[in-house]
């Protein structure tokens, strides 16, 4: 039969297991560090990142996040702590320490988080790239998208991964060339061949991902992902039985099939120059009868 375990031995295990957490802070997914939590503001109670200040009513938090350690309460009698509290327990705005002008969230007091947190802070560079807005600009949290890797807001985040495997061409050809591209690229939306994917006098490290030559982001096999190409939904490639737009000189409507190109009734129109012109000569037929009948009524008279 095992031994059972002891409080103080769960609780060594425990610690030793946040203690591997914080050294492996550097590889761990943006939505888990503390700078990028999910909070609930005290007074509107509308969830929201973690910051210092509430992004629609402004209110302080009671009980701040530090967002390099993620702590609520500091515990460190003998600590690095900038401010000494010796013989108590620190929370709310006696724990903080500063703001960090990245993640608009509290750091602590201790002198490592001061230090360490504004050169490392994940979201330096998190402004969103389907609306560019920055994390000062909206108060959703920051995510990253799982193919092209580049940051985005909670408002876009499965639009845009929705639409992300689609290249900018309307074929899988590389290109440099009219071979089928191997390799894409999700950042650049484009594909290489196996002959122009790798750059002359460029030293590539064996049994890891070929960057891109445009971009240098780690490109993919084109039949690993569900890539699909650009597609257009007007002009030539509409599919559309009936065509309804709209013009300065009112809206306008015709028949896919009927025209030119199925540009509306253009070219219906234009057949009808016959009797357009048939119409102008029974016209001008007219006025020369009624001319020679007003000079045989003048010679009379005379």
Known sequence: MPKKKS????KAEKQR????????LGNRDITTRPCNFSMECDKCKRRQKNRAFCYFCDYVQRLPVCAQCGKQKCMQKTGDCVVKHPGQYTTGLAMVGAICDFCEAWVCHGRKCLTTHACACPLIDGTCTECERSVWEHGGRVFKCCFCNNFLCEDDQFEHQAKCQVLD?????????NKLGQYSCLRCKCCYCDDHVRRKGFKYDKNQAIPCPKCGFDMQDTKDLSMSTRSYDYGRQAGAPELEYASPWGSVAGEASGGYSGYGNYGSTACNDDDDDEDYNEASDDSEEESDEEEEEENDKK
Do not use: W
């Open 169 to 177: 061409a309307e074929n899988y050809k590389c290109l440099s060339c």
């Open 17 to 24: 297991e946040r203690q591997k957490d914080i050294r492996t």
């Open 7 to 10: 409080g103080a031995r769960k």
